[in-house]
């Protein structure tokens, strides 16, 4: 099925420890973005990204990063892991316009 | 700048009884204004939207009036079901945007 595919789903690292969270669509859309959801404070933009090669930071960007070398994957990196970065993570994408904005299923990290 | 603002809950109503979540919001310009809404252990799902003033959102017997004047949106249901117990989250795009602000959610709950 066409949509946003993230991967793992779920997810413990230890403090101090690095990975990279997927996340691959095939619809073709210009615009990926990676949110943070955490209780009470709804989804937060981490990063964002308008097409391959070029991405920018959102509202809490540090401890993570991004990159961009193609249209369909956009993966988030963690270089060190800390326990403030345990959260829900959902990465999304949509066109230049923000037409057929769709979320992954989510990727659970816990940093322990 | 742009924010949202919406009741946190937990609401909790008994089947066939009428819902209310009240959102509001704070934005430059005229932004889109979304419903999202979130079943246990998956991702965001868009449940309705409104793109200007006056505009009626609707989908599943939900609706949301697009309102500029009290720059609100609430989301209504006469009749909820034990199948609508989600979170519902409120959204805006900003016009030529492609970032959401997400409110931070309402945890719905309906019992039999």
């Known amino acids: 099925n066409a949509g946003v595919t993230q991967t793992p789903k779920f997810q413990v690292l230890k403090t101090g420890q690095s990975m990279t969270l997927q996340c691959a669509q095939d619809m073709n859309h210009e615009y990926m973005s990676w949110y943070r959801q955490d209780p009470g404070m709804g989804l937060r933009l981490i990063h964002y990204?308008?097409?391959?090669?070029?991405?920018d930071q959102g509202e809490v960007p540090n401890g993570y990063n991004v990159s961009r070398s193609t249209t369909e994957d956009f993966p988030l990196r963690l270089l060190s892991a800390a326990p403030s970065q345990t959260s829900v993570y959902f990465c999304?994408?949509?066109?230049?316009?923000?037409?057929?904005?769709?979320f992954g299923s989510g990727t659970r990290l816990t940093v322990v | 700048g742009n924010s949202v603002t919406q009741m946190e809950g937990p609401v909790t109503l008994s089947e066939e009884a009428f819902l209310t979540i009240n959102c509001t919001y704070t934005a430059t310009g005229y932004p889109s204004l979304f419903w999202y809404v979130q079943y246990p252990g998956e991702g965001l799902q868009l449940l309705l939207k409104?793109?200007?003033?006056?505009d009626k959102g609707s989908n599943k017997g939900f609706e949301a009036t697009y309102r500029k004047e009290t720059t609100s949106f609430h989301l209504e249901k006469g009749s909820v079901q034990v199948s609508d117990s989600a979170v519902y989250f409120c959204?805006?795009?900003?016009?030529?945007?492609?970032?959401?602000?997400f409110g931070p959610g309402t945890r719905l709950s309906v019992l039999p």
């Open positions: 999304a994408s949509s066109t230049l316009t923000g037409d057929g904005y769709t």
């Open positions: 409104a793109t200007k003033a006056d």
């Open positions: 959204a805006l795009l900003t016009p030529y945007g492609q970032n959401f602000v």
């Open positions: 990204s308008v097409g391959a090669g070029i991405t």
